[in-house]
């Protein structure tokens, strides 16, 4: 059967680590972005020394909370931890703590827009676990590095609810941006911040019988789980034609040769004798403590961008980029609550700011000078006709700068067009009085005179006037 003829049913395991200050379990410090030097945040019990006991972290829970609570989850209030029983020597206690039958958080979903239209992925459950350690293999050695051991993970499984790549590319980056909104992880996925396994079957288009799994792992972006999910789909759909069977097994995928190899079969299937972690009492969360986390929710990317352009009335592609980082989202709400006007904001935003940051190399919008507040007062300039739309450029270039007040730079630079009626008058008077032929033949009806008019005007105030307002007084006092 020709590849058409066959459809994908994928589902994911994430793991994402969880932006907490210690670990999961004791009081080393949770290096996220991975300390440099190997085992320096390790103590007895995060090495598991015999007799060492856990003690679960609140904030760890909490972030895992308010995570599911995001995606409007089944909070369970009573949780409770297993044993995962398994020996690697990155984990040096021969098992994972995690939470096989009662995670923290069920059922929920995710939004998310898929070539412009809002689509709903199912999510089976999310449990806290807590992640190994490290090898680096260099040469014919191998060295342990324990720094991540003990880190708390949240895992999501998905339910098999996608169909194609870039319904996953987009639902993990919605996943991204959630994570990010609520400070739960950075989910870099460079630096192993989120880990995705990709689960891929093919089945005839039509049929409700799913094929056998493959689980694909190592992938670490975004778009090679794109290249990936090509690669099996093709890989699967060979293998059929030829008359062979697809087994079940989980495959490594090598992003540089842009294939998967085997790494365990179905035979080699570990069994894990999950049972209840005795060291540790079941998480029971009360009310007050789920009220408490839920009022720290912050907008859904979603939501945002849906608001972006629905209230604000912005083009699909300003919604996107002022959505997808949160830091920038509340920057620019920053500025509309003081400018009403959220258009122009939008445009200072990302044709002036965002450029002038790409050209600094900053990413970050928090560590720029200019604050929302005079960014807003350029746009309220502009809007009272106060600065030019050229000279508002050059205020936000010098504020980008020196960070000093937006009136002051436009003082000091003689950038504000005058608007002083009297003053302004008088100049238009002047220049009437002086240029009698040039009226006479206006008043004839020669339109074209108007414009050398209104630029003897603006001559005679050195350019730093508006040139709308000499020509409105100009038509009053020529009829
Ligand atoms: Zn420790």
């Avoid at 989910?187 to 409700?208: F, Y």
């Avoid at 920057?331 to 935003?349: E, G, H, Q």
């Amino acid at each position: 059967m020709p590849a058409k003829d066959y459809e994908k049913v994928i589902w994911l395991e994430i793991h994402v680590r969880i932006k907490s200050n210690t670990k999961m379990f004791c009081n080393c410090k949770n290096a996220v972005a991975l300390a440099d030097e190997p085992n320096i945040n390790v103590c007895p019990i995060c090495m598991w020394f015999p007799g060492m006991l856990p003690v679960v972290n609140k904030e760890v829970v909490r972030l895992g909370l308010i995570w599911g609570m995001m995606m409007g989850c089944v909070v369970n209030k009573v949780s409770r931890f297993d044993r995962k029983t398994y020996f690697y020597p990155d984990n040096p206690i021969s098992y994972q703590i995690t939470q096989m039958y009662e995670p923290i958080v069920w059922v929920w979903s995710v939004k998310t827009l898929v070539n412009g239209e809002i689509r709903e992925f199912s999510i089976h459950h999310m449990h806290l676990e807590n992640d190994a350690g490290k090898l680096v293999h260099a040469g014919w050695k191998t060295l342990c590095d324990y720094n991540r051991a003990g880190s708390p993970l949240m895992e999501i499984v998905t339910n098999p609810v996608f169909s194609d790549k870039e319904e996953v590319m987009e639902f993990l980056k919605e996943l991204q941006k959630m994570m990010r909104a609520s400070w739960v992880s950075d989910a870099d996925m460079e630096k192993w911040q989120l880990r995705c396994d990709v689960n891929l079957s093919i089945m005839p288009v039509g049929s409700k019988v799913f094929g056998t799994r493959v689980e694909l792992k190592n992938i670490n972006s975004f778009s090679s789980i794109g290249r990936a999910i090509d690669a099996e789909f093709s890989r699967q759909v060979r293998l059929l034609d030829e008359g062979k069977q697809v087994d079940q097994e989980t495959r490594g995928w090598d992003d540089d040769k842009g294939q998967s190899h085997t790494m365990r079969s179905k035979e080699d299937a570990m069994d894990y004798r999950y049972f209840p972690e005795p060291d540790l009492l079941p998480i029971v969360l009360e009310e007050d403590f789920i009220e408490e986390c839920r009022k720290t929710l912050p907008e859904l990317p979603i939501q945002k961008r849906l608001r972006y352009l629905n209230e604000f009335k912005l083009g699909e592609d300003d919604a996107r980029i002022l959505s997808a980082d949160h830091t920038l989202g509340t920057y620019f709400d920053k500025v509309v609550a003081i400018t009403n006007d959220p258009k122009k904001s939008c445009a200072y935003l990302t044709t002036v700011v965002l450029w002038l940051m790409k050209d600094a190399l900053v990413d970050d919008i928090t560590t720029i000078k200019i604050t929302p507040e005079e960014l807003s007062e350029v746009i309220k300039m502009v809007n009272a006709d106060e600065l030019s739309s050229t000279n508002a450029k050059i205020v936000v270039e010098e504020l980008f700068k020196s960070g000093w007040s937006a009136r002051n730079i436009a003082e000091s630079k003689n950038l504000i067009q005058k608007n002083d009626m009297w003053a302004l008058e008088s100049i238009v008077d002047t220049i009437i009085n002086s240029n009698p032929t040039q009226v006479q033949d206006y008043k004839g009806w020669n339109e074209k005179i108007f414009g050398f008019l209104v630029g003897q005007c603006m001559k005679a105030s050195s350019g730093a006037w508006n040139p709308k307002i000499f020509n409105e007084i100009l038509k009053k006092k020529l009829g």
